[in-house]
Structure formats: structure tokens, C-alpha cells
Nanobody, 124 residues
């Protein structure tokens, strides 16, 4: 149901746009989230966009990460700029079919379906 893509190797201060294509349901009825997991660390919240289009970004990533969606393509995007080596991680997209309230979109437990992840490596 979820297909993430767009990861790769990028130099520090570079940018990437990650994509997550949703199939089987519409974005207009689904909250979508991005999480990431670095080696040896827990998976953590990156960004989310609700079924109504409200966006939330982790405080530490504001100004560098942006989440958007294209309801015609049924795809969510995570635009990243000014990447740092500490952004290196596997990035996962997830779907919440129950549409938890906005305050809860940062919790992994809100999400029912997960994509396979896409690797982002920031290195010179």
C-alpha cells in the first residue's frame, strides 16, 4: 500500500525529495507520516500531513524539512534541504486510516501501515 522512494547519497548541505505513493485508499481520508531510524537509534518522528492537509514537522527539523502532498497522484512528499550527516537514516512513510487528531500524528502507534523505507545517506 505504501511505496517510498527518492533516497540516496547526498553531500552535506544538499537536498533530496522523498516520495511516498499510497495505494488502496485516498490521501483525503488518510493521515500520512514520515519517520526515520538511524543505525543504533530508535525510530523517530519527522513529519506528518493530515487527511485535511494540515502539516506538522518535528521541532528540530523545522526550516529544513517540508511535507506536502499531491492528492491527484495520491503521493506525499518530504522535501529536505541543508542536509546534515546526522540526517542519515532509513526514512519510512506510514499511513493512519483512523485519522487520529492532529496532536497525535507524531506517535508511531497512530499508524496502521508502513512502507519499506528508503535510505538517506549524507556524507562527503
Amino acid at each position: 500500500q505504501l511505496q517510498a522512494s527518492g533516497g540516496g547519497l547526498v553531500q552535506p548541505e544538499g537536498s533530496l525529495r522523498l516520495s511516498c505513493a499510497l495505494s488502496g485508499r485516498t490521501l483525503r481520508s488518510t493521515n500520512m507520516g514520515w519517520f526515520r531510524q538511524a543505525p543504533g537509534k530508535d525510530r523517530g518522528f519527522v513529519a506528518a500531513i493530515t487527511w485535511s492537509g494540515s502539516a506538522k514537522i518535528a521541532d528540530s527539523l523545522k526550516g529544513r524539512f517540508t511535507i506536502t502532498r499531491d492528492t491527484f497522484k495520491n503521493t506525499v512528499y518530504l522535501q529536505t534541504v541543508s542536509l546534515k550527516p546526522e540526517d542519515t537514516a532509513v526514512y519510512y512513510c506510514a499511513a493512519d486510516q483512523d485519522r487520529i487528531v492532529y496532536s497525535g500524528v507524531g506517535s508511531m502507534t497512530a499508524y496502521d501501515y508502513w512502507g519499506q523505507g528508503t535510505q538517506v545517506t549524507v556524507s562527503s
